[in-house]
């Protein structure tokens, strides 16, 4: 069955960095788009970044120019670098397959000092 398995989570300070991985299995990695969603207590869930098969990237506002998102094929993972956090980018982040709309079960990041 299909599944998205997030790690690399955790506390940073403002102004540090993580990079969260997706792990994922189940389907055909290499031809199915990704995407990675967060969520903030009392907020709604939000759209973060997206890639194509094609590698092609799209991002929020909010976090271009800080965040990238990547993929290994050969590892059936994808990644989203995350630098020059802020405090505001705490949340739950989720790795989401279009696809028939799978979600992983989300991995916390914490910005503060």
């Known amino acids: 069955q299909v599944q998205l398995a997030e790690s690399g989570g955790g506390l940073v300070q403002p102004g540090g960095s993580l990079r969260l991985s997706c792990s994922a299995s189940g389907f055909p990695f290499s031809i199915s788009a990704i995407e990675w969603f967060r969520q903030a207590p009392g907020n709604q869930r939000e759209w973060v970044a997206s890639?194509?098969?094609?590698?092609?990237?799209n991002y929020n506002n909010s976090v271009k120019g800080r965040f990238t998102i990547s993929r290994d094929n050969a590892k059936n993972t994808a990644y989203l670098q995350m630098n020059n956090l802020k405090p505001e980018d705490t949340a739950i982040y989720y790795c989401?397959?279009?696809?028939?709309?799978?979600w992983g079960q989300g991995t916390q990041v914490t910005v503060s000092s």
């Open positions: 890639i194509s098969k094609d590698r092609s990237t």
């Open positions: 989401y397959r279009p696809t028939g709309s799978f």
